[in-house]
């Protein structure tokens, strides 16, 4: 079965950064698109960025923008999403998940996710 198993979570002060990676399985990892959406307490879900494993194209929320990097490592069917210039507002939990489109935020799969939080 489809697994996406994130990690690399934690707390940070505004301003630092922080390295989330993402373990995907039971799947063809560079057929996918695959990317992160976060989801803070009382608040909607919100994709974060995506990633096409087969051509390497790109999105990011403009919330991110020029903020955050994602990445991929087919060989390793992981994905990264850095982190950096992190602001209080980037609290939130971070999953993994695919497919991932940059005008949508339903997906077939995700993993449980990994705790940002970010103080100033």
């Known amino acids: 079965e489809v697994q996406l198993q994130a990690s690399g979570g934690g707390w940070m002060q505004a301003g630092g950064s922080l390295r989330l990676s993402c373990a995907a399985s039971g799947f063809t990892f560079d057929d996918y698109t695959i990317g992160w959406f976060r989801q803070a307490p009382g608040k909607e879900r919100e994709g974060v960025s995506c990633?096409?494993?087969?051509?390497?194209?790109?999105y990011y929320a403009d919330s991110v923008k020029g903020r955050f990097t994602i990445s991929s490592d087919n060989a390793k069917n992981t994905v990264y999403l850095q982190l950096n210039s992190l602001k209080p507002e980037d609290t939130a939990v971070y999953y993994c998940?695919?497919?991932?489109?940059?005008?949508?935020?339903?997906?077939?799969?995700w993993g449980q996710g990994t705790q940002v939080t970010v103080s100033s």
């Open positions: 990633i096409s494993s087969s051509d390497g194209s790109t």
């Open positions: 998940a695919t497919p991932c489109w940059y005008n949508s935020t339903s997906y077939d799969y």
